[in-house]
């Protein structure tokens, strides 16, 4: 009789390697990017800043201030060529989340083009940055509301912040434009916050195609931070599976859906990649020998290994938040349960000593705990135990059929597909403190393989919504919920930012 095992995030019939669980198939990504061009480092001459730090004390009566968000130095390299921001207004911090949470009212004023040729620049910071605020979820943009028509002006003594707080509005961002004459662009970008009549950021950043949209989720990412304390995803990458004629392969792009790039081109099944906490590689399940084995793939490089040659069956990567181990489910003698091995390769050790089916391991950010899918109490459910399988606990009451779990960046959730009995397959959370758990997707197709992004405030999911399968992105507590643009992709993993 065949054994019914999870393949990590998958549910697969061995050995007739039927796939009937969770995976979403893709065939296309609809934002396909064209070729990435590098863009051209700035010159480092931060924006004055006439109105002064020393004036920078003064409380938004709209967005509460904190000084838990400390900004981090900007990392200085060829690649984040962006210029070091000067800021003369204190952080303003809200939570992204809860019953009580209101968009944050901003205005983009249109960027200002001092010359024809900057016009293509300004339109791409325009459609980048919009797009990265829109799927934060975190504003409101204005929708042609203008608090006044002199958008060139940069100088915060002469923006007229009476005219823009009448308006309701408490972070205006404006641009301006310019062209070198040989194809590269410069941008002069500011966030100002309006009931204070302070200047938050200063960027000049200055290239062309791929390497400007860089720089302005740069700019995206600390508007971001400004608001929540918490580092912005918009340089962050997404990698997941599409099929394509001869098989299945592992693809990655930008949260945006451009830079897509192929990781695998081996004709072969490749199934449930994981991203390190570093970037740099990627553990997945492959069928290249003939059964599924996990590889480790370099990003850089697109080399790929066997992990370790042991058992029948491997499955369901994870690093652990260090980076030194890779969790997974492997299959020996008709039983499968959870094993670590170093990541560099050598020999597994089961933590998990189960006749039951055990699989689809993610660890706790702390590195000291392990969430897991087990039927040790009949039907699949999600548990928690030590990094050492020491003191196994039931996380999940609700639902029958309950897998593809993924521990918060935050800590404090685990997400999972749940089955409920309905016999609908939707996202939930289960807080791992208090056992609460929440329904955050309610039908509409079939949404499933949540993955959290690295600042643990938003998921990826793969979603039949609209009845073609394609990436989703909602808040942590369900919010906000809209499609990314890449479609026909599934088992989504989110990665850390590429500057890492």
């Not at 480092?41 to 003064?58: D, E, K, L, N």
């Not at 310019?178 to 662009?185: E, I, L």
């Not at 079939?446 to 990826?460: A, C, K, L, Q, V």
């Amino acid at each position: 009789m065949p054994i019914r095992l999870w393949l990590g995030r998958v549910a697969t019939m061995a050995p007739a390697m039927v796939m009937t669980g969770a995976l979403v198939l893709c065939s296309a990504v609809a934002a396909a990017a064209p070729a990435s061009t590098t863009g051209q480092a700035p010159a480092v001459a931060p924006a004055a800043s006439p109105g002064g730090a020393a004036a920078a004390t003064a409380t938004s009566p709209r967005v509460g201030t904190s000084d838990k968000g400390a900004e981090k130095p900007v990392e200085k390299s060829a690649e984040k060529a962006v210029e070091k921001t000067a800021e003369t207004a204190p952080r303003t911090v809200v939570e992204i989340s809860g019953a009580t949470f209101r968009p944050i009212p901003l205005a983009i004023a249109p960027c200002h083009a001092t010359t024809d040729a900057a016009r293509d620049g300004c339109q791409l910071y325009q459609s980048t940055l919009r797009n990265d605020l829109e799927l934060s979820g975190l504003f409101a943009l204005d929708h042609g509301a203008s608090g006044d028509n002199d958008h060139q002006v940069l100088d915060v003594r002469k923006v007229p912040f009476d005219k823009w707080n009448a308006l309701g509005v408490d972070g205006l961002v404006r641009a301006v434009a310019s062209s070198d004459g040989r194809g590269s662009t410069r941008l002069e970008l500011r966030l100002f916050l309006v009931p204070t009549s302070k200047q938050a950021i200063a960027m000049t950043v200055n290239g062309t195609g791929e390497g400007l949209r860089r720089q302005v989720h740069e700019f995206a990412n600390r508007i971001y931070t400004q608001f929540t304390g918490a580092e912005g995803p918009f340089l962050t990458r997404i990698t997941f599976v599409r099929r394509v004629a001869d098989g299945k392969e592992l693809f990655a792009c930008d949260l945006d859906g451009h830079n897509l790039v192929s990781l695998t081109a081996n004709g072969k099944l490749n199934l449930l990649p994981a991203w390190s906490a570093s970037g740099r590689s990627i553990v997945f399940t492959s069928y290249l020998t003939g059964r599924p084995m996990l590889h480790v793939l370099d990003v850089a490089s697109r080399n790929t290994r066997v992990l370790s040659p042991a058992g029948q069956l491997q499955t369901g990567g994870a690093y652990s938040p260090d980076g030194n181990l890779i969790a997974f489910s492997m299959s020996e003698s008709g039983s499968s349960n959870i094993y670590v091995v170093p990541s560099v390769g050598g020999t597994p050790r089961n933590i998990t000593h189960r006749r039951e089916l055990e699989g689809s391991p993610t660890w706790s950010p702390d590195g000291k705990q392990i969430a897991f899918v087990s039927r040790r109490s009949g039907e699949p459910q999600i548990y928690m135990m030590g990094a050492d399988g020491s003191n196994p606990v039931r996380l999940t009451r609700e639902g029958n059929f309950n897998q593809t779990p993924d521990w918060s960046p935050r800590g404090d959730l685990v997400a999972y597909t749940g089955r409920d009995a309905q016999s609908t397959f939707d996202i939930w959370t289960v807080d791992v403190n208090t056992g609460e758990e929440r329904k955050l997707t309610h039908g509409e197709g079939r949404h499933e393989e949540p993955t959290f992004s690295p600042n643990g405030r938003h998921i990826i999911y793969a979603s039949t919504r609209g009845g073609r399968s394609q990436l989703w992105i909602m808040g942590a507590d369900g919010s906000n919920p809209r499609p990314l643009g890449v479609m026909d992709a599934g088992t989504p993993d989110w990665g850390p930012g590429t500057g890492h």
